[in-house]
Nanobody, 121 residues
Framework: QVQLVESGGGLVQPGGSLRLSCTAS????????MGWYRQAPGKEREPVAV???????NLADSVKGRFTISRDNAKNTVNLQMNSLKPENTAVYYC???????????????WGQGTLVTVSS
């Protein structure tokens, strides 16, 4: 009943930039943490960046200084600005959110369908 829709993936050359966006829709009372994860071919899914409802952020060491995560609580949106991209950043990037559909319900984890980011010359 809650969907996350991602956009912004694609092909970019090394050193380039991309901006991923994710919007949550459906039956939403509140959203706790939102974030981005990625899964490269042959590897497990790993966290890239997360942002709490209050705005505090946490980024993987490998992307600090290059990636920025932000959210717009009014629009239920989370964005990932990726700069100075490297070939090793190639992966499917997934949006994640912990969503509560009503005051009396528990938070549940929701995933987007994923968007492919390819960094190649």
């Amino acid at each position: 009943q809650v969907q996350l829709v991602e956009s912004g993936g694609g092909l970019v050359q090394p050193g380039g930039s991309l901006r991923l966006s994710c919007t949550a829709s459906g039956r939403i009372f509140s959203i706790n943490g939102m974030g981005w994860y990625r899964q490269a071919p042959g590897k497990e899914r790993e966290p890239v960046a997360v942002v709490a409802s209050g705005g505090s952020t946490n980024l993987a060491d490998s992307v600090k200084g290059r990636f920025t995560i932000s959210r717009d609580n009014a629009k239920n949106t989370v964005n990932l600005q990726m700069n100075s991209l490297k070939p090793e950043n190639t992966a499917v990037y997934y949006c994640n959110a912990r969503v509560r559909s009503a005051l009396w319900e528990e938070y549940v984890e929701v995933w987007g369908q994923g968007t492919l980011v390819t960094v190649s010359s």
